[in-house]
C-alpha cells in the first residue's frame, strides 16, 4: 500500500543537516509516509546518514549529477509513490505532530497544495533564532511567508502537493533561485486550491552567520527579479520595499550635507524602525538577545535582498 506522504530532500554537502532533519522525522506521531533523499552531485555525501537511519525510516537514496534543488526535486517526486509529495530544505527540523497537522487541516479543507511557516528553536544559536525571527516577520520582507494572506506562496522549505499537481504542472522550472515561488505561481494559476496551515510549521535552521545570510537572502533578491521575467505580476510595490531601504542609506550623505532637516527625519524614520523591530522580536522571542541581533539580522536581510534585487533587475534594464 502507498503511503500518504513522500518526502523529498534534496541535499548538496550538508550531511549533518540531513541528519538532523531525518532524526526528527523519526519522531513523528504520524507514520504514514516514506522519504526520498536526493544527492544532488555532492562530494560531501550523506550516504552514511543514509545507512543510519534506513533501518528506521522506509528511507530510499539517490546520487545525481548536480543541477539545483528544483530539478533535484522533481526526480525526487519521479520516484515518490505517495498520494502527497511533501518537500523540506535540509535545513529544517519537523515538530513531532507536524503530519497530524497537515492530517487535520486537509481533512477539513481538501488543499491541492499547501505551505506551513517557519521559526526558530530556542535550541538555535542566537544569531540563528534572530534571522529565524527576521525572515518570517512581517516588518521586513518575510510577512507574507507565516501569514494567511490571500496571496500566500508556499515555499519549498515545508511544502506539499498532490500527486496530480506535479503530474499537470510538471514541477519546479527553474533549476534555484525563487524556484519554489515560480512554481507556486503556476499552481494557482492553473486553477489548483493553494493555502496556508499555520499549524504545520517548521523549525528553519538558516545560515550560521551572517555572512552566509547575506549571500543568502541576496540570492532571494535575485529570484524574485528572475520570477518577475517570467511572471511580470509577481512582482509588487512590497517586493521592491528593501530596494527603497538601501537606495535611502545609500543617499543618506547626501541628504543629511545638502538638506539637513530632511535628512535627520530619514534618520528618525531609520531608528524607530529598528527599534520596532527590536521591540517585536523581544516579544515575539522572549529575549533580549535575540532582540538585539534581530537589528544587524534585518539590515543585512533588507540590503542583501535588495542587492540581489537590483543587480538583476539592471542586467534586464
Known amino acids: 500500500m502507498n503511503p500518504t506522504y513522500s518526502v523529498i530532500i534534496p541535499v548538496y554537502n550538508r550531511p549533518q543537516e540531513v541528519d538532523e532533519l531525518l532524526e526528527s522525522l523519526t519522531r513523528q506521531t504520524r507514520k504514514d509516509f516514506d522519504v526520498i533523499l536526493v544527492e544532488d552531485g555532492s562530494t560531501v555525501t550523506s550516504e552514511k546518514v543514509y545507512e543510519k537511519y534506513s533501518s ?14 528544483g530539478p533535484s526535486r522533481n526526480f525526487g517526486f519521479e520516484k515518490a509513490s ?21 492530517d487535520k487541516a ?5 488543499l491541492d497544495a499547501w505551505g506551513g511557516p517557519d521559526r526558530g528553536s530556542e535550541h538555535f544559536t542566537v544569531t540563528q533564532r534572530a534571522m529565524a525571527y527576521t525572515m518570517s516577520s512581517a516588518l ?19 511544502m506539499g502537493v498532490r500527486k496530480e499537481v506535479f503530474q499537470k504542472t510538471r514541477g519546479f522550472h527553474f533549476d534555484r533561485f525563487a524556484e519554489d515561488i515560480e512554481w507556486s505561481i503556476r499552481i494557482k494559476k492553473a486553477g489548483f486550491r493553494v493555502g496556508l496551515i499555520p499549524e504545520a510549521f517548521v523549525y528553519h535552521k538558516r545560515r550560521t552567520d551572517f555572512d552566509q545570510f547575506f549571500k543568502q ?59 520596532a523591530i527590536a521591540v517585536d522580536a523581544g516579544i515575539k522571542t522572549n529575549s533580549v538577545a535575540v532582540a538585539l541581533i534581530s537589528v544587524p539580522s534585518a539590515f543585512i536581510q533588507l540590503t542583501g535582498y535588495a542587492s540581489g534585487f537590483l543587480k538583476e533587475k539592471l542586467k534586464s534594464a
Open 56 to 69: 528506521v525510516l522506509p528511507l530510499s537514496y539517490f546520487f545525481k549529477p548536480n543541477s539545483g534543488p
Open 82 to 102: 505517495g498520494n502527497y509529495l511533501v518537500v523540506f530544505d535540509s535545513d529544517c527540523l519537523l515538530p513531532p505532530s507536524y503530519f497530524e497537522a497537515v
Open 106 to 110: 486537509l481533512a477539513q479543507d481538501p
Open 140 to 158: 521586513t520582507t518575510g510577512g507574507i511567508r507565516g501569514s494567511s494572506a490571500k496571496g500566500f506562496q508556499p515555499r519549498s522549505f515545508n
Open 217 to 275: 537572502v541576496s540570492n532571494f533578491g535575485k529570484g524574485r527579479a528572475l520570477v518577475g521575467r517570467v511572471h511580470p505580476d509577481a512582482v509588487r510595490i512590497t517586493h521592491w520595499f528593501p530596494a527603497f531601504f538601501l537606495l535611502g542609506l545609500l543617499a543618506f550623505p547626501i541628504v543629511i550635507v545638502l538638506f539637513r532637516p530632511l535628512g535627520l527625519t530619514i534618520l528618525l524614520a531609520y531608528c524607530l524602525y529598528f527599534a
